[in-house]
């Protein structure tokens, strides 16, 4: 991409051999601005930085469940601490954030999600959180399509309270979020068949030996 050839496996050959197209995009404008020999230590630090926020966002998390789980006082500081530490101490996503890679910047999307939808959880939800919660599963899926299973299961929760009480408001606006997803997701894929010719990932048929989702 950075050459010129597109966003390519080998030029000419239209194969998608990435599965983070807005981690590409921001990996290949780090290259064109800082060169090949300084991205791969800006990538890492911009991991690193991102692995450190998902830690304190797991802190914040885990406190907020724990109020409202009814804990007082040293049991909701052990529950954030311990919240904290399990995001942390996980080898896998310290290895991958401070490679550089995707993990750690949805690492904080996925939290940093739950955290707008657990804002308001026993109230309506307001217009300016169903926008920023879109905004946040929309750089999920950039980063990630398989992210909307991370953005889906706290909103298909909060559609759960809000039909259980009967929050018609709250319920019309996470429709729209789910529209507007949906609508963002259809017109990727319909960009990833017309560039490569392909509706699902070439990774995905690699990895599958070829099998259809319909398998």
């Not at 966003?7 to 601005?33: F, H, K, R, S």
């Not at 896998?92 to 910047?105: F, K």
Request: contains cysteine; neutral net charge; hydrophobic residues 55%.
């Amino acid at each position: 991409l950075v050459e010129g050839f597109g966003l390519v496996w080998n030029p000419g050959e239209y194969v998608e051999g990435y599965t983070n197209p807005l981690w590409t995009l921001v990996m290949a404008a780090v290259i064109a601005l800082t060169g090949t020999s300084l991205a791969p230590a800006v990538m890492m630090g911009v991991g690193g930085a991102c692995y450190g926020v998902s830690g304190v966002l797991a802190y914040v998390l885990g406190g907020q469940v724990a109020v409202r789980a009814g804990l007082t006082g040293g049991w909701v500081r052990s529950a954030a601490l311990m919240s904290g530490l399990s995001v942390l101490l996980y080898y896998p996503y310290l290895y991958w954030s401070v490679g550089g890679m995707e993990v750690g910047p949805l690492g904080v999307v996925a939290l940093a999600l739950t955290l707008v939808v657990l804002k308001e959880w026993d109230g309506t939800l307001s217009p300016r959180s169903a926008t920023l919660a879109t905004l946040l599963a929309l750089i999920g899926y950039g980063l990630r399509p398989d992210a909307v299973l991370l953005a889906g299961v706290p909103l298909a929760a909060r559609v759960g309270v809000a039909i259980k009480k009967k929050d018609w408001a709250s319920l019309k606006l996470l429709v729209a979020v789910a529209a507007v997803c949906a609508a963002a997701i259809m017109a990727h894929l319909l960009c990833r068949h017309a560039y490569y010719g392909e509706w699902v990932l070439d990774t995905y048929v690699l990895k599958m030996g070829g099998w259809i989702l319909a398998h």
